[in-house]
């Protein structure tokens, strides 16, 4: 049973690319939670996502920035003409239930680089 | 505004001696508590949880306090090991609405000495 998975582990972009960050949650799990990690700070919570709608997106930046999660396949962030400010680690995390006390379930992350 | 807050960047101990890593919070609207452990170049693992309603949980070696009059929880590692080595985020849970988030402290870095 493979956990969540996150590809690329690394990408690197030049100013102005669009970046793609795909998220395969757990089997069974529908919810998918999207964090960002900049350097010497915490986690910081950017969209949670069921299969096909967008439940809040509130802490993802106006412009330049969207999630999906398809019936089918992973779910997608998207980070369109990119600065060097998106250099971040991305976390995805899964869980089965929306009301999970005990933790979601995190990948490893992708690591952005913006050059 | 930081509404989770670990003030220790780093914490050294001996192994076999008591780890105890603090945070506190300013949200009174934090239904959950969670600590996760992370290593480097990996995503955070999840270690153990408490209710807002609870003061204690324990799970082996960990055990999780919270003084909610004080809006303060702390992590107990005992005894503390090597592999205990690694940064560890006291975690918020908010949940309104329809959504839940986690709001994160930014980290302590647990170094255990052999």
Redesign the interface.
Known sequence: NAGVMQNPRHLVRRRGQEARLRCSPMKGHSHVYWYRQLPEEGLKFMVYLQKENIIDESGMPKERFSAEFPKEGPSILRIQQVVRGDSAAYFCASSPLRDRANGYTFGSGTRLTVV | DQQ?K?NSPSLSVQEGRISILNCDYTNSMFD?F?W?KKYP??????LI?I?SIKDKNEDGRFTVFLNKSAKHLSLHIVPSQPGDSAVY?C?A?R?QG??????????TKLTVNP
């Open positions: 989770v670990q959950y969670l996760y170049a990996e995503g955070p693992t999840f949880s209710s985020f975690a849970r949940t329809g959504s839940e988030k986690l709001v994160f402290g930014k980290g």
